[in-house]
């Protein structure tokens, strides 16, 4: 278990996380879901070590990979050279061509698509070797039939080699297509936590009444 | 729909550099043209001369061993004072976007040199020093300032989130500076060398003609002033603005392989 204990947390005046507990399982993918401000991308910052903290315990995740809401891609360089320049790895032909990624290795990022710029960012992070991904909404403002197939690249580098995995996301269906359990968060407090077996997947209106109504 | 086939490109793209070409000739000829009305007008060499006067006293500078010695001693003292400024530049730039402090302590004094008027600190540094390390001291300070401040903007514009992105990762310094903050500065960087250069030249003449620095462009011009020989001073002008424009286009043009990826913008 990965535990983070008695969180504080704020912006100057504003509260985000006050004495805030919580613990995800190793090797499985846990989707926080909650609506914008509810301290989601804050929370995966403080992992990250990206943001300061005022109080409480956080596990030090390093080495951790991070799938950004935007792709945080190098302009200046070619997909190939954006995967070096993270991982230090020279050889990636392979992992290009399953990625879908070989034809456009060499092309610079401004002259490949969107939906080839998430899965450059989704390789990225699964070729960078950490026992952790975080993900911030990575599938955000993509149309339907994109993100499906994103998600589908994504669970194909899953469950090639399991990892700890924690998801923010504000869409309850992404939420139930990617994660074993399901927390949502509001105001920087759980009001729902779920398993999502795959067997018996949660139904989307428990997450959305818990959405709305906390 | 509208469509174009080989031949008809390339004859558009043939008339469009025709175009490119015909708008400065036509400005430069125009300028010609009021110089010449100009110089009948006032009927005295000394104070007009006819630009055919000014051409055939260039061709002749052209022919002269000083003037090419001068010349030389010119592009030298301003590339050599044009280099510091910009290292010195770069390095205060980059410590002051890595230390804050140091950013804090810093801007007052670039912003007192960036207000100091051009012609007193020649006057001063003529005082102090030799002329030829006046010239090259006075384009330092006037120079490095908007060097600074070009490049500090320059490093303030790469995205906050590629450094958090760098710094999850794990990415090596060397590595982040060698591939992404200086590929990312090269444009800006490339700019501002380019009209520092030229605006350099024009700074260090103007302390080489006040501090009367020997075998330079600024002496030769001083020299034409004393004895009124104006078409001298317009063709020695004249050279300082051509090599000026030269050394900005030379630059603008051999870069522009180095950030083709810039034509268009990427969301990162």
């Known amino acids: 278990m990965i535990e983070i204990k008695h969180l504080d947390k704020a912006y100057g005046e504003k509260e985000v996380y006050r004495d805030f507990s919580f613990s995800f399982r190793e090797n499985t993918v846990t989707a926080i879901l909650g609506e914008s401000g509810c301290g989601k991308t804050t929370l995966l910052n403080i992992l990250a070590g990206l943001t300061p903290y005022q109080a409480g315990e956080v596990p030090d995740l390093t080495p951790l990979s991070f799938i950004f809401q935007t792709d945080r891609l190098l302009p200046h360089l070619s997909v190939r050279d954006n995967l070096w320049f993270v991982t230090g790895k020279r050889e990636l032909d392979d992992d290009l061509r399953r990625a879908g990624l070989y034809e456009a290795r060499d092309s610079y990022i401004k002259d490949i698509s969107g939906g080839q710029r998430r899965r450059v960012s989704i390789l990225r992070a699964f070729l960078y070797p950490a026992k952790t991904i975080l993900m911030d909404e990575p599938f955000l403002n993509i149309d339907l039939k994109l993100k499906r197939e994103l998600m589908d690249f994504y669970l194909s580098y899953y469950e090639g080699g399991k990892r700890t995995a924690l998801f923010v996301t504000h869409d309850p269906d992404e939420a139930l297509y990617l994660s074993a359990r399901v927390v949502v968060l509001k105001a920087g407090r759980i009001v729902f936590d779920a398993e999502n077996p795959k067997n018996k997947p949660l139904p989307r209106e428990a997450l959305t009444n818990a959405l709305i109504n906390g | ?268």
């Open chain 2, 1 to 268: 729909m509208k469509r174009t086939d080989g031949k008809h490109a390339e004859a558009s793209g043939a008339v469009k550099i025709l175009f490119n070409m015909l708008y400065p000739l036509i400005t430069v000829g125009a300028v010609l043209l009021v110089w010449y009305l100009g110089s009948l007008a006032a009927h005295s060499a000394i104070v007009l001369p006819a630009p055919a006067a000014t051409l055939e006293r260039l061709l002749g500078l052209l022919r002269a061993g000083e003037f090419w010695r001068s010349f030389a001693n010119t592009l030298l003292r301003s590339l050599f004072s044009f280099c510091l400024s910009f290292l010195l530049a770069a390095g205060l730039g980059v410590s002051s976007r890595l230390f804050g402090v140091f950013r804090r302590l810093i801007e007052p004094l670039i912003a007192i040199f960036r207000a100091l008027p051009t012609v007193a600190v020649i006057l001063l540094l003529v005082l102090w020093m030799s002329p030829g390390g006046a010239a090259v001291a006075v384009a330092l300070l006037v120079i490095m300032p908007t060097l600074y401040a070009a490049l500090l903007s320059a490093l303030d514009n790469i995205d906050q989130p590629l450094f958090d992105m760098c710094r999850v990762f794990g990415v090596k310094r060397s590595r982040i500076l060698g591939r992404m903050i200086l590929p990312m500065l090269l444009p800006e960087v490339i700019l501002t060398l380019a009209s520092g250069l030229s605006l350099n030249l024009k700074l260090l003449v103007a302390a080489e003609v006040l501090s009367n620095t020997a075998h330079s462009l600024g002496a030769m011009m001083n020299a034409a002033k004393i004895y009124f020989d104006t078409a001298e001073l317009l063709a020695l002008t004249i050279v300082s603005v051509v090599a000026a424009v030269l050394m900005e286009w030379g630059i603008k043009t051999a870069a522009k392989p180095l950030y083709r990826w810039k034509d268009a913008g990427g969301r990162v």
